[in-house]
C-alpha cells in the first residue's frame, strides 16, 4: 500500500515564476492537507481540501491556490515566487477524524 | 490563532543521557500528537494524548497532557543516537486542522 506520494522532490525556481506542486493520498483517505515548513521549524498549515473544496486556510495569502481532483489527489500552486517561498512543502493525508500522514516533501528553493 | 511553543529550540546530550521537551500553548487542545521528523523526510505520528494528565509510554518515551489540556511532555530515557531528530508536537483544536510547535532539535551524541 503507497503512502503519501509528493512530486517533484526538489525544484529550483527564480523569482516572480509560477510553481505546481503535486501530491497523491494514501489509499483510503479523502482529505488533503498542505503545509510549509522552513528549515529547522515546524510546519505551518496552508490549506485543506474535502470533496474537492478548500475547507480551512491558514494565514496564507492568494498567492498561494490549490485543488483536489476527483480521485482525492491535489496541486498546491504558487504564483509570484518570493525568496521567503523557498521551503519544504508537505502535504498530508487523512479520513478525518483519524491520524495524519505525510509525505516526504517537495523541495522548493527561489533564487 | 492557537500557538504551540516548544523548548528548548535545541537540545545536544550524550548517549545515555535524559532529556524533556516541553509543549506549552494559552489555548485548550482537544487532543496533542507528537511527531519526530528526520531530515529528508515528512513528520511521523509517535503518540497522540486525548485526556488531561494522560501518559503514554512508548519503549523509552513517555508523553504526559496536562490536566488543562494545553501543554504537554516528552521524555526519553537513556538517549540514543538513532533518537536523532526533528521532534515536533502538534494540536488539534476546534478546527480539523492541526497547529504545530516550532520543533526541538535533539542530537545524541554517541
Known amino acids: 500500500d503507497a503512502g503519501v506520494t509528493q512530486s517533484p522532490t526538489h525544484l529550483i525556481k527564480t523569482r516572480g515564476q509560477q510553481v505546481t506542486l503535486r501530491c497523491s493520498p494514501k489509499?483510503?483517505?479523502?482529505?488533503v492537507s498542505w503545509y510549509q515548513q522552513a528549515l529547522g521549524q515546524g510546519p505551518q498549515f496552508i490549506f485543506q481540501?474535502?470533496?474537492?473544496?478548500?475547507?480551512q486556510r491558514g494565514n496564507f495569502p492568494d498567492r498561494f491556490s490549490g485543488h483536489q481532483f476527483p480521485n482525492y489527489s491535489s496541486e498546491l500552486n504558487v504564483n509570484a515566487l518570493l525568496l521567503g517561498d523557498s521551503a519544504l512543502y508537505l502535504c498530508?493525508?487523512?479520513?478525518?477524524?483519524?491520524?495524519?500522514?505525510f509525505g516526504e516533501g517537495s523541495r522548493l528553493t527561489v533564487l | 490563532t492557537q500557538l504551540l511553543e516548544q523548548s528548548p529550540q535545541f537540545l545536544s546530550i550524550q548517549e545515555g543521557e535524559n532529556l524533556t521537551v516541553y509543549c506549552n500553548s494559552s489555548?485548550?487542545?482537544?487532543?496533542l500528537q507528537w511527531y519526530r521528523q528526520e531530515p529528508g523526510e515528512g513528520p511521523v505520528l509517535l503518540v497522540t494524548?486525548?485526556?488531561?494528565?494522560e501518559v503514554k509510554k512508548l519503549k523509552r518515551l513517555t508523553f504526559q497532557f496536562g490536566d488543562a489540556r494545553k501543554d504537554s511532555s516528552l521524555h526519553i530515557t537513556a538517549a540514543q543516537p538513532g533518537d536523532t531528530g526533528l521532534y515536533l508536537c502538534?494540536?488539534?483544536?476546534?478546527?480539523?486542522?492541526?497547529?504545530f510547535g516550532s520543533g526541538t532539535q535533539l542530537t545524541v551524541l554517541p
Open positions: 489509499s483510503g483517505h479523502d482529505t
Open positions: 494524548v486525548v485526556t488531561g494528565g
Open positions: 498530508a493525508s487523512s479520513s478525518y477524524p483519524g491520524e495524519l500522514f
Open positions: 502538534a494540536g488539534r483544536g476546534s478546527a480539523r486542522q492541526l497547529t
Open positions: 481540501y474535502y470533496e474537492e473544496e478548500e475547507r
Open positions: 489555548s485548550v487542545f482537544s487532543s
